[in-house]
């Protein structure tokens, strides 16, 4: 049975697929003179609005995939000593982040309790979605992020669309401007690469639950 996570993501591709094509169709229409009322202006508002719809849907996943380790850690009553070194220290970092370094003090036994609590899914990413802080990510929690370079770009396209979805976000650039420096076929492979890449992150953690990964081994 696939796990909600993934299929929340297929959800949200079909919609950025969705968007994506729409402005590509109204792109060619344009420049067939087709469009009707709608003008060059109007369509940089589409193709910057689509760096929004594509950080949302990459921000929503990847939040999703980290999120469903901890449930499952919840679920399956996975205490804090038998999760590895590496995640250990993480829950121990965020507790502190979260919950401030006197309360984390007065723990006595580190309880299940503990490891759910640490996590805070705003603070996860929080607008700093890119192919670098997934791979730091996933060092703490142990899970693969390899991918096949042709159908994803070992996620490169993430960093331009974070950096200027940032720029939309802080008033950095206008939408005019974002739009002006894509066309839509660029975005829609922009796109489809980085969907790629998170579809490949999402089945690698998945993975990374089949075979419990954030237990501790044995030995350690």
Do not use: W
């Not at 723990?107 to 670098?132: K, Q």
């Not at 070992?154 to 066309?183: C, M, P, W």
């Amino acid at each position: 049975m696939m796990r909600s996570f993934l299929i929340e993501f297929h959800e949200r591709r079909i919609d950025v697929r969705r968007y994506l094509a729409s402005v590509v169709l109204a792109e060619r229409k344009l420049a067939a003179g087709r469009l009707g009322s709608v003008h060059e202006a109007e369509l940089r508002m589409f193709r910057a609005s689509a760096i929004l719809v594509l950080y949302n849907a990459i921000e929503a996943s990847a939040r999703a995939g980290i999120q469903a380790i901890y449930d499952e850690i919840s679920v399956t009553r996975t205490s804090f000593d038998d999760l590895h070194a590496d995640l250990r220290r993480r829950v121990i970092k965020d507790f502190k982040v979260n919950f401030g370094s006197d309360q984390a003090g007065k723990i006595s036994l580190v309880a299940l309790e503990m490891v759910t609590a640490s996590f805070n899914a705003r603070r996860v990413f929080n607008g700093n979605v890119d192919a670098r802080e997934i791979r730091e990510q996933a060092k703490d929690f142990g899970f693969d992020t390899s991918s096949e370079y042709e159908l994803t770009r070992h996620g490169n396209d993430l960093l331009a669309i974070k950096q200027r979805r940032n720029d939309l976000a802080h008033g950095v650039s206008s939408f005019s401007e974002v739009g002006r420096d894509y066309t839509a076929v660029d975005l829609y492979r922009m796109g489809a690469c980085a969907m790629n890449y998170i579809e490949t992150i999402l089945l690698r953690i998945d993975e990374y639950l089949d075979e419990s990964g954030y237990r501790a081994s044995p030995a350690a």
